[in-house]
T-cell receptor, first 112, second 114 residues
Framework: SQTIHQWPATLVQPVGSPLSLECTVE??????LYWYRQAAGRGLQLLFY??????ISSEVPQNLSASRPQDRQFILSSKKLLLSDSGFYLC???????????FGAGTRLSVL | AQSVTQLGSHVSVSEGALVLLRCNYS??????LFWYVQYPNQGLQLLLK??????LVKGINGFEAEFKKSETSFHLTKPSAHMSDAAEYFC????????????FGTGTSLTVIP
């Protein structure tokens, strides 16, 4: 069966520090991968999605970037965090020919 | 373009009462529709989905939703609320566009009053 892992679960970082959140999927190949941000009291905002290795689409201009160095690995990064980057970050995957997105447990990021 | 509107960001019901969470969508093609539930500090879990066929779909935990094309709606219901149903609920729409994207509503927070 397929599983998705996200880490860390929680993270507290100072303003201006770098960020690296990692997401990996097991049990499937060539998945579509997604990064979402959920700000307090708000819905899900799609940040990036990827349909293959090295292929990244950005939905909104921001202080973040994403990379997909391997088929089942999706990384969310920042060189310098801003206060506004605080939120709950969710990784998700979807099989290209399927129609359900499966979510990781999320990372709670607090930028202080 | 597709979009989802969830009416009511907060809904409160008494334990044992009917749960009704509203979702309307906009789509230029036949949509795939989903409801997800999110418990505090957790990821999203699929409740149910509509793709084709029967318009009344049943999901986990006693929830069901009905696809009404004429009303462009996909409301979520449960006959009798339990305390454990308290969570955030998201409606989403998708199609088979190139990015295989989902479009989520802003969510409805359900409170169950004992």
């Amino acid at each position: 069966s397929q599983t998705i892992h996200q880490w860390p679960a929680t993270l507290v970082q100072p303003v201006g520090s770098p960020l690296s959140l990692e997401c990996t999927v097991e049990g499937t190949s060539n998945p579509n991968l997604y990064w979402y941000r959920q700000a307090a009291g708000r819905g899900l905002q799609l940040l990036f999605y990827s349909v293959g290795i090295g292929q990244i689409s950005s939905e909104v201009p921001q202080n973040l970037s994403a990379s997909r160095p391997q088929d089942r690995q999706f990384i969310l990064s920042s060189k310098k965090l801003l206060l506004s980057d605080s939120g709950f970050y969710l990784c998700a995957w979807r099989q290209g020919a399927g129609n359900i997105q499966y979510f990781g447990a999320g990372t709670r990021l607090s930028v202080l | 373009a597709q979009s989802v509107t969830q009416l009511g960001s907060h809904v409160s019901v008494s334990e044992g009462a009917l749960v009704l969470l509203r979702c309307n969508y906009s789509s230029s093609v036949p949509p795939y529709l989903f409801w997800y539930v999110q418990y505090p500090n957790q990821g999203l879990q699929l409740l149910l989905k509509y793709t084709t066929g029967a318009t009344l779909v049943k999901g986990i935990n006693g929830f069901e939703a009905e696809f009404k094309k004429s009303e462009t709606s996909f409301h979520l219901t449960k006959p009798s609320a339990h305390m454990s149903d308290a969570a955030e609920y998201f409606c989403a729409v998708s199609d088979f566009s190139g990015g295989n994207q989902f479009y989520f509503g802003t969510g409805t927070s359900l409170t169950v009053i004992p």
